[in-house]
């Protein structure tokens, strides 16, 4: 009967593991500037826990060194980076480690034994730089114990649910990135101005979906939903009252503000 220590389980169950633009854009970055001999590089995930949620903020490179027997990794140049991150990032500490590789070796469980040190639960993500699978998979993954019992342990890596999430800067930038990227590498800062009439114009096109499937509803065409139904209701009843003479007024002062600035 092989076994798993109920420690091992405890940190599994109920852990899901989110992870900020910023953090996945540093960690390819980091790849793609790594010295043209290495294969792959690792580093350090900053962030913040509460009550099972893991949240990477951010990531930084760290330099080490692989070669068949050994695993070298610059520690002090990581310990100067943590204290540099939390000067500006007080609440943040140690998450655990990135590897823009989706092979797991005898050197993973080395480096994760140097980050165990740091956090006894540190989290360990791999990046597939390779796109073994056709895509940039990403995937989290904790160190759990397992074995025979009386019988010498084991280690594996659990994988643990995780996702992308934003702050709403990192998705105003992430949308622009997605809409606008070109084979050139150029893409446009549109102004304040431009990511309002952008914003009307997705909810204008979100509104003519509503409507559509509202009309589609109430002819008979398409069966109701109830759980759309009250979505719907909810989402009405947040929009603040305003009286259309008020509203005319914003809309014209708006449009003065934004043709004196052109005019600048």
Not at 6 to 18: E, F, I, K, P, T
Not at 85 to 106: C, K, M, Y
Not at 218 to 244: A, F, H, M, N, W
């Amino acid at each position: 009967k092989i076994s798993v220590s109920r420690s091992a389980m405890d940190n599994v169950v109920g852990l899901s593991v989110q992870i900020h633009p910023v953090a996945l854009f540093a960690m390819v970055d980091c790849h793609e500037r790594r010295p043209e001999a290495a294969k792959r590089v690792i580093g350090t995930l900053m962030g913040v826990k509460d009550k099972g949620v893991v949240e990477v903020r951010a990531a930084y490179t760290v330099p080490h060194n692989e070669t068949e027997d050994e695993v070298a990794i610059d520690m002090m140049f990581d310990k100067d980076m943590m204290k540099l991150h939390q000067r500006v990032n007080p609440l943040e500490v140690v998450l655990g480690w990135f590897l823009t590789s989706a092979d797991i070796t005898l050197h993973t469980v080395l480096i994760h034994d140097y980050y165990s040190r740091l956090d006894p639960n540190a989290i360990f993500v791999t990046i597939d730089t390779g796109l073994t699978s056709g895509r940039l998979e990403v995937k989290a993954h904790v160190k759990s114990r397992l074995g025979l019992p009386g019988k010498t342990e084991g280690i594996i890596f659990t994988p643990v649910p995780s996702e992308t999430v934003c702050f709403e800067p990192e998705r105003v930038g992430v949308t622009q990135l997605i809409k606008y990227t070109s084979p050139e590498g150029k893409i446009p800062v549109l102004s304040r101005f431009g990511q309002i009439e952008r914003a009307a114009e997705a909810l204008d096109d979100m509104l003519a979906k509503v409507l559509d499937y509202i009309e589609s509803v109430t002819s008979g065409k398409t069966e109701g939903d109830s759980s759309v139904g009250r979505l719907l209701l909810e989402t009405l009843s947040r929009i603040p009252q305003v009286e259309p003479a008020k509203y005319e007024a914003m809309v014209n002062s708006l449009m003065q503000v934004r043709h004196g600035a052109e005019d600048r």
